[in-house]
């Protein structure tokens, strides 16, 4: 893994949209596969910036993001879908139809999912994928537990990640659906590259399991641990408990 520690989480925004666009400008066809969440807010905004100053054409990228919940259509405004929208989507030169969500929605969620695989497999698959990271070392929806489905599939969350969405849900977290789809870590694993990012010290902990820790269903980042191009941005608190750098 290569790691790379910045200032603060402003100067990490800048890095990733950076090394967005220089994979965009190398391929302006590329697939991206986009993460929600605090922590790719700075990315976002300063791809906007970029795109505001015509420093990035999104016009033939393809986009697919990570996860989404069930039970609310694309027009909610807690859904990770009405998120891209107003961090990203809808202040850059995407194509629409090149822009690919899970439909928590839909009447038959499973074959959701698998039209999903499809879909990233008939693009060539995803050349680079942003992601998050939970304090517990989740990833997407991919919760710590004995098994892990490898596959995009159905999850029911835990109550923890319900109260930590429940900001998107008029802060309660009882509102916040039971049941999300999410990418697996097998879908996460045949990108061509990874790009995780995370801040503050609360990330500090599983940031180091991920990196010299063991496998383990218990932490689904370990998983990146396999890959072969994967590069994690972190401010100095995400950083702070790293033994070794490899
Ligand atoms: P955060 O969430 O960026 O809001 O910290 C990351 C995650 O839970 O995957």
Do not use: W
Not at 112 to 141: K, M, P, W
Request: overall charge positive.
């Amino acid at each position: 893994m290569k790691i790379r520690v910045f200032e603060d989480a402003e100067d990490l925004g800048r890095a990733v949209a950076n090394r967005i666009a220089n994979q965009v400008k190398k391929n302006p066809g590329a697939v991206l596969g986009l993460a929600t969440g605090g922590t790719p807010l700075a990315t976002y905004a300063e791809l906007r910036r970029m795109h505001a100053a015509g420093v990035i054409d999104f016009s033939l990228v393809i986009t697919f993001n990570l996860d989404e919940f069930a039970g609310i259509d694309a027009s909610h405004p807690g859904s990770f879908r009405r998120y891209m929208e107003l961090k990203l989507f809808d202040s850059v030169n995407l194509d629409p139809r090149r822009i690919h969500f899970l439909n928590g929605a839909a009447t038959d969620l499973d074959a959701e999912c698998v039209r999903y695989e499809e879909a990233i497999a008939s693009t060539g698959g995803i050349d680079l994928q942003l992601l998050g990271i939970g304090a517990n070392g989740h990833i997407g929806f991919n919760e710590p537990d004995d098994t892990l489905a490898a596959r995009t599939h159905r999850v029911r969350l835990h109550d923890q990640t319900r109260r930590d969405n429940a900001a998107l849900f008029g802060g309660n977290p009882s509102q916040v659906p039971r049941e999300a789809l999410s990418m697996g870590m097998g879908t996460i694993l045949k990108s061509r590259a990874v790009v995780l990012m995370a801040t503050g010290a609360r990330k500090a902990r599983c940031i180091e399991l991920a990196v010299n820790g063991p496998i383990t269903t218990r932490l689904p980042a370990s998983f990146l641990q396999l890959h072969r191009d994967v590069e994690l941005y972190l401010d100095r608190g995400a950083a702070s408990q790293l033994t070794r750098r490899r």
